[in-house]
């Protein structure tokens, strides 16, 4: 099993929809969950973290973490066409201070005019 | 944008020769770490770093080592170029309390 599973896409949404992200984890010794976005040829850039159950929203972006069921999620409301990119989930495992940051192979998204 | 810069930036370079990549940052970030993105792959990691002098390996650490001597700088060495560590290389950081977690803007490796 992989530690960090993503749908790989690509995920098509019409402009104005909301697009839904997901990524599983094996580690349920994992604290800490990322979104990235990544532009073509770009390198990724953070858009949330969330730490604890539940939803945390920042503007048009909504993550969702539930630990129970080992998984996490991103919204994005009124989807707009320079969303278009690769998300990426990334999950930082525990262990002292020996933190590794995994990552999952991303998800497509587009959103079409 | 997030202090974090990586050099070179484009390498091409030949089978059999050793090559050393720079991140330098400016965060004071404690966590520093190496990947390298391949199409159908994603970013895999490569080492990392949790403290200066202190290091482990990634998921495909195999032909690669790292130093780091100061907060500022990991390095990345591949000793013997493969056509197969052809890839983007990225390197990223975050703090201690991992809220800020950057990455430079990569390197093109090509080893023909």
């Known amino acids: 099993q992989k530690e960090v599973e993503q749908n790989s896409g690509p995920l098509s949404v019409p402009e104005g929809a909301i697009a839904s992200l997901n990524c599983t984890y094996s580690d349920r010794g994992s604290q800490s969950f990322f979104w990235y976005r990544q532009y073509s040829g770009k390198s990724p850039e953070l858009i949330m973290f969330i730490y604890s159950n539940g939803d945390k929203e920042d503007g048009r972006f909504t993550a969702q973490l539930n630990k129970a069921s080992q998984y996490v999620s991103l919204l994005i409301r009124d989807s707009q066409p320079s969303d278009s990119a690769t998300y990426l989930c990334?999950?930082?495992?525990?262990?002292?201070?020996?933190?590794?940051?995994?990552f999952g192979k991303g998800t497509l998204l587009t959103v079409n005019p | 944008d997030a202090g974090i810069t990586q050099s070179p930036r484009h390498k091409v370079t030949e089978t059999g020769t050793p090559v050393t990549l720079r991140c330098h940052q400016t965060e004071n970030h404690r966590y520093m770490y190496w990947y390298r993105q391949d199409p159908g792959h994603g970013l895999r990691l490569i080492h990392y770093s949790y403290g200066v002098k202190d290091t482990d390996k990634g998921e495909v650490s195999d032909g690669y080592s790292v130093s780091r001597s100061k907060t500022e700088d990991f390095l990345l060495t591949l000793e013997s170029a493969t056509s197969s560590q052809t890839s983007v290389y990225f390197c990223?950081?975050?703090?201690?309390?991992?809220?800020?977690?950057?990455f430079g803007q990569g390197t093109r490796l090509t080893v023909v």
């Open positions: 990334a999950v930082k495992r525990s262990g002292g201070s020996n933190y590794k940051l995994t």
């Open positions: 990223a950081t975050a703090d201690r309390g991992f809220t800020e977690a950057f």
